[in-house]
């Protein structure tokens, strides 16, 4: 596992990225596995954002796919990541769905990872041990960050 994520940084490009992923390094190392969770997931999270805004039609079929999904939501627009803030994090992975952008088992990864993270992230009895980090981070790193390209 430690192996995985420290592979990873030389295969980010993305400076922002970079630091979610230092961070979520630094976690696992001194067993946080609760914070390690949450910062693994805002390093995937991002990594997608920044993946849709990448292509042009990508974002378009994104875009489209808003107002089908969610009709409330009809005249949001996304023209920046910035825009990204007036959906939820579920909302966006079911935009993303409704567009085609993703598979179907990379959408119900990261619906089960945002799952966990959200166990991780609020207060609660719950342990958090490190062959759930280990879960998290292997499959985000695996199959979103390195995936989406």
Known sequence: MSKLLSDL??????????????????????????????MTWNLAFDHLLRWIMRDAQRLADFNSA??????KKASLMIISQD?????????VIEVCQTASLLSKNIIEILREKLKRRNIAAHPSQVVVTQSQADDVVTDLVNNVVLALI
């Open 9 to 38: 940084p030389g295969k980010v490009p993305d400076l922002a990225e970079k630091t979610f992923l230092f961070e979520a390094m630094k976690c696992y190392r001194v067993e946080a596995y609760r914070a390690c969770i949450v």
């Open 66 to 71: 808003i107002s089908r999904r969610y009709q």
């Open 83 to 91: 825009h990204f803030e007036d959906l939820k994090e579920a909302e």
